[in-house]
């Protein structure tokens, strides 16, 4: 049974830095799609940043450039969410997803994970 689970989340101020993990358990994913979305309070899901199963090469949202880093360790079979420079507007669950097409759409994954608490105050 594949299981993913989120960790590091939690209440930070604004400027600081996190550094979110997906742990995947049942399988080894080390050439797979893998994908980052989060949901804030009242927005629908959004795309954060993927990493392509054909290539491994990590691409983000347009919006999520610069403060994100998606990178991962294939041999913790874990992948990682860096974020700089935390806004208030970051604040939202995170989510990892793996599996299936990948890309940005989370229906496109095969696997999801429950999901980590970001908040930042101001």
């Known amino acids: 049974q594949v299981q993913l689970e989120e960790s590091g989340g939690g209440l930070v101020q604004a400027g600081d830095s996190l550094r979110l993990s997906c742990a995947a358990s049942g399988r080894t994913f080390s050439r797979d799609a893998m994908g980052w979305f989060r949901q804030a309070p009242g927005k629908e899901r959004e795309f954060v940043a993927a990493?392509?199963?054909?290539?491994?090469?990590?691409y983000n949202a347009d919006s999520m450039k610069g403060r994100f880093t998606f990178f991962r360790d294939n041999v913790k079979n874990t992948v990682y969410l860096q974020i700089d420079s935390l806004k208030p507007e970051d604040t939202a669950v995170y989510y990892c997803a793996v599996g299936g097409r990948g890309g940005t759409t989370w229906g496109a994954y095969s696997y999801w994970g429950q999901g980590t608490q970001v908040t930042v105050s101001s």
């Open positions: 990493i392509r199963w054909s290539d491994g090469t990590t």
